[in-house]
């Protein structure tokens, strides 16, 4: 499997996190960085973009060194970036494409500046398989409020729908309530729930895990509504500290 991703030098998200979890479900990983970030916790210190040609030539070095079973694509942070991993992807189709979408670090550090959001919805949203927002991301990449209610939620990922990804996967981890609730939006209409007990612990990195774990899983061959319920257990065993 194929990891589109910046590192992350705390070691809690980005590259860093997707390769453990890579490791956990015993699934190859190979690799293209997009950036180098200097993290800690609490700042994101520096952010480092490696220039698009290198990104280009992982990518296609990567694709040619291996048969690949599925790609994650995580921060991206710059327009050029995204054109470089547009130009690289292998045809649609042949390979899932899971695409976390990511705007900010949970300590409030710009990923993604405005250009790059603006190319990733017009270039890379119709390119991929699955994208993977929160509620605050849904709401950011739309330009609106943070939904309140599963109704509204709904709404938002059907519009999300409508910039070309074959399926949103809204995950509920910020809303309120006992119940952690994923809504799976599909193009036919159909909206799964994928529901767990919420766990209290934050972590960081959940979003980059998630995605990588079902990338993960679409590699191995599972189907889409099966591998968005294995990767939740897996980050919920990651929150309870079993991971
Ligand atoms: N840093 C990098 C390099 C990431 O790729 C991501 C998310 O994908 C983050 C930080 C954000 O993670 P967190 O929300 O845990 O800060």
Redesign the pocket.
Known sequence: MLVI????SSG???LTRDVRVLTDLSVDALCAVTAV?A?SDSRVAAVYHIPPEVIRAQILAACEARRVGAIKI??LGTRATVEAVVQSLPPSAAVPIVL?P?LV???GGV?LDAEGRAAMLERLFPRVTIVTPNVPEAAALLNEKPATGEDALIRQGQRLLALGPQVVLLKGGHSEGEEAVDLLVTGHGIVHRIVSARVRATS??T??ALASAIAAGLASGAPMLAACQQAKRYVMDMLRGAR
């Open positions: 991703a910046a590192t992350d809690g998200a980005g970030t993290q995580g921060m976390d990511v670090s949970s300590s990923l960081r990195g979003g980059c």
